[in-house]
């Protein structure tokens, strides 16, 4: 018993550890920005990769998004005769919640994890320590423009996964349920603000989550034990902790911005 | 190496190029950009006795038309009248001065918005003047209060006492749920409780103290606030001299009408036993059973 107590006490001062670490990781990220500009070419490198790699899964993803959402809403709509709500509401729940969240959940898996996995592969294989001795700062060359590539990247992604979205929702609304195409226009631009919902729920959400996605990738890869099982798990704490950073910060951020 | 690197920075020009195009998408095809983005307008006041739902940047329409937005929505300390300002499209400068704005809601129970219709005056507003002639938002609620005689604000509630009621049927009502007279909250719903013995339902009242001069033979209904509000006791005030006291029963009352007992009156001429009227109502005077 009492060593359980000590393990959970362990567990938590580890816990903490990590965030703090990664606190000051950030720090270190942040002063490194102005060092990394010489290496911008890295950073549109990483952009391609994360960003436009990741296109198909998130249109894709975005597509079925949509065209499931208004199969659901169009059946409870018709309960109360709203059905010609459901594009406005395809909309609204897409932009402020899904979008970004989702969008932050498949960048996690798909860029999130292979940063991990890389960096960390790096360390294991010491090619951050032989930058070192060659004068290159791992910091400015291997972690910033991960870091800023996933910021980048992010908002970009998201608001083709709402795009995409929207469109798979007018197709299965539109074109297979019937519903009149100017009323799904015209209810979806007369209850959509420009300002709260896309600034604040596209744009500003989707910025947080680029942040703290690539944040804890490029942490976790830095902070990996140099085995190949260390890079297992740091790739699969990568998603973890992205997943919980995610849906916490979500609620943070609908509770300060809504 | 070269060539590797510029084809990828071609690809990510792309994609960044994609994703702007994609975020236009959204803010000029699905929002309504015409709520941010105004060209040159002027601002004109009005004051309504009652804004009901009216939010800032409801959209201001003549003739059903959009000429502008509501800036702002402010109550002065010390007045009973809402000051709204409207900001309108400079175009639509030729404004009665006697024109009449007025509260709308479009559809039944959708946002609401203002519509102003012309007057006949010569003179037209301009910037910073004033629409006097206003009508405030009709309430769905004043107007069912109109025929059910409901139907008001709540109010803040001090010290209670407690009058019992028994109803054949309470409907949804709920523990908590208002207590009117003549429209305005004095008190709540403290319980609800079926009579085993009766078969009925008991519903204890709690009364806010400064409504003690309620007569004896008053009556309680149970009403619906709106088409499909909450439900709520309407107490009608009658003729006694006494007054109600703590832990009186009010022996008048009126049972929940429910919405579809309601509509089966229309439909069949008010023959109110029929219970299941609002399915049959169409054939019912036709052959019955034939359908």
């Not at chain 1, 107590?5 to 490194?32: E, R, Y």
């Not at chain 1, 007018?170 to 979806?188: A, K, Y």
């Not at chain 1, 959400?205 to 190949?228: D, E, R």
């Not at chain 1, 099982?229 to 902790?241: F, H, I, K, M």
Request: glycine share 10%; aromatic share 8%.
């Amino acid at each position: 018993m009492n060593q359980r107590i000590s393990q959970d006490k362990n567990v938590v001062i580890q816990s903490l550890t990590q965030i703090g670490n990664c606190g000051l990781f950030l720090l270190t990220l942040l002063v490194a920005v102005p060092r990394s500009l010489r290496y911008i070419r890295e950073t549109i490198r990483q952009l391609w990769f994360v960003g436009a790699m990741s296109l198909t899964i998130i249109m894709v993803c975005g597509l079925f998004v949509g065209m499931v959402l208004m199969l659901q809403l169009y059946h409870v709509l018709s309960i109360f005769g709203g059905t010609s709500a459901s594009g406005m509401v395809v909309a609204l729940s897409v932009y402020r919640e899904l979008g970004p969240v989702v969008t932050a959940l498949l960048f996690a898996g798909r860029a999130g994890t292979s940063i991990t996995a890389e960096i960390g592969l790096m360390r294991a294989t010491d090619q951050i320590d032989a930058m070192e001795l060659m004068a290159v700062d791992p910091i400015a060359y291997v972690a910033t423009p991960r870091f800023l590539a996933g910021l980048i990247a992010m908002p970009l992604l998201t608001c083709v996964f709402c795009a995409m979205a929207i469109l798979g929702g007018h197709l299965v609304g539109v074109t297979w349920l019937g519903i009149d195409n100017g009323t799904f226009w015209s209810n979806m631009t007369a209850q959509v603000d420009l300002h709260t919902d896309i600034v604040n729920g596209v744009l500003l959400k989707s910025l947080a989550f680029g942040a703290v996605v690539s944040l804890i990738a490029v942490f976790q890869g830095f902070a990996t034990p140099p085995t190949s099982e260390g890079v297992a798990r740091a790739t699969t704490r990568t998603v973890v902790a992205s997943s919980i950073a995610i849906l916490a910060l979500d609620f943070v951020l609908t509770a300060f911005l809504m | 190496m070269s060539q590797q690197r510029s084809s990828y920075a071609v690809g990510t020009g792309l994609f960044i190029v994609f994703g702007f195009a994609a975020l236009a998408y959204l803010a000029t095809q699905t929002t309504s950009i015409a709520n941010v983005h105004q060209g040159a307008s002027y601002t004109v006041d009005a004051h309504f006795a009652n804004i009901g739902q009216l939010k800032d940047r409801a959209p201001v329409k003549i003739a059903g038309v959009r000429v502008g937005q509501v800036q702002s929505i402010s109550l002065e300390p010390g007045q009973e009248v809402a000051d709204v300002k409207l900001s309108i499209d400079k175009r639509y400068d030729r404004i009665p001065l006697d024109s009449v704005a007025t509260i709308f809601t479009s559809g039944l129970l959708g946002d609401q918005y203002i519509g102003i219709e012309y007057g006949s005056s010569k003179k037209t507003v301009t910037d910073g003047g004033t629409l006097a002639l206003t009508k405030p938002a009709q309430q769905l609620e004043d107007m069912l209060g109109k025929f059910f005689g409901a139907g008001g604000v709540a109010d803040n509630l001090g010290g209670t006492y407690t009058v019992w009621a028994r109803f054949t049927n309470v409907g949804s009502l709920s523990v908590g749920a208002p207590v009117k007279m003549a429209g305005v909250a004095i008190g709540s719903v403290q319980s609800i409780q079926a009579d085993p013995v009766k078969l009925d339902a008991k519903v204890t009242l709690a009364i806010d103290k400064r409504y003690n001069q309620i007569p004896d033979d008053s009556s309680a209904a149970v009403f619906t606030s709106g088409l499909i509000g909450t439900q709520f006791v309407a107490i009608q005030p009658g003729g006694s001299p006494d007054a109600l006291k703590n832990g009186d029963e009010m022996i008048l009352t009126q049972s929940a009408m429910q919405l579809e007992d309601l509509i089966g009156k229309f439909l069949v001429n008010g023959s109110s036993s029929d219970s299941k009227a609002a399915g049959n109502g169409k054939s019912s005077d036709t052959t019955p059973g034939k359908h």
